[in-house]
């Protein structure tokens, strides 16, 4: 039977759920753990040099940050692209932005109003509260529905039309109604 082949500083056979790094000198693997590299660091390395390597070859070389408006960004061509959320650019626009105030953007509306052709002609790109359930024609959803019931809906949305309207009706409902009631 053949050895079975071992890695890293540690000298252990592979382990699936551990996460490890490649070195691109000697190009024997590590667990992050053992080299002190986190995972979601490990994504800003361009060529990573293990504790053996960087003795003789120096340390590992970062990726160089071209741009702060992607999550990639060593994007070549990131100029013409527009800002990502969650980027630090992203997040210093965000903060220098005047909202109106939520009174301002709310409709009102009763539950009869609020019908499949309403939304249709006029789409959902504002909040609406639903004064008055009555005329709705929609049930709540139980008290126990969570936002991973949201996943859920949100997940079969590809399985049809009907369903995708459920899901923004639940949406809808649990945003709204879920602090009323709680
Ligand atoms: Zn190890
Ligand atoms: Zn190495």
């Known amino acids: 039977m053949a050895a079975v082949p071992l890695y890293c500083v540690c000298r252990q056979p592979y382990d699936v759920s551990r996460f490890m790094i490649e070195c691109d000198i000697c190009k024997d693997w590590f667990h ?15 060529v990573y040099h ?13 990726k160089k940050r071209n741009n702060w408006h992607r999550h990639d960004y060593t994007e070549p061509d990131d100029g013409s692209k527009p800002v990502q959320a969650g980027t630090p650019v992203f997040i210093k626009e965000l903060q220098n932005r005047t909202f109106t105030s939520g009174e301002e953007i709310l409709r009102r509306m009763k539950g009869e109003q609020v019908t499949p052709k309403y939304l249709e002609r006029q789409g959902f790109n504002y909040p609406i509260v639903i004064t008055e359930m009555e005329g709705l024609g929609l049930k709540l959803p139980a008290p126990t529905f969570s936002v991973k019931d949201v996943e859920q809906y949100v997940v079969s949305i590809s399985f049809g039309h009907h369903k995708m309207r459920e899901t923004v009706f ?13």
């Not at 992050?32 to 361009?46: M, R, Y």
């Open 50 to 62: 293990c504790p053996n390597c960087d003795v003789t070859q120096g340390p590992s070389l970062m």
């Open 170 to 182: 639940c949406c809808f409902f649990f945003v709204f109604f879920q602090p009323i009631l709680s």
């Open 32 to 46: 992050g753990s053992c080299v002190q590299v986190e995972e979601h660091h490990a994504v800003d390395i361009d």
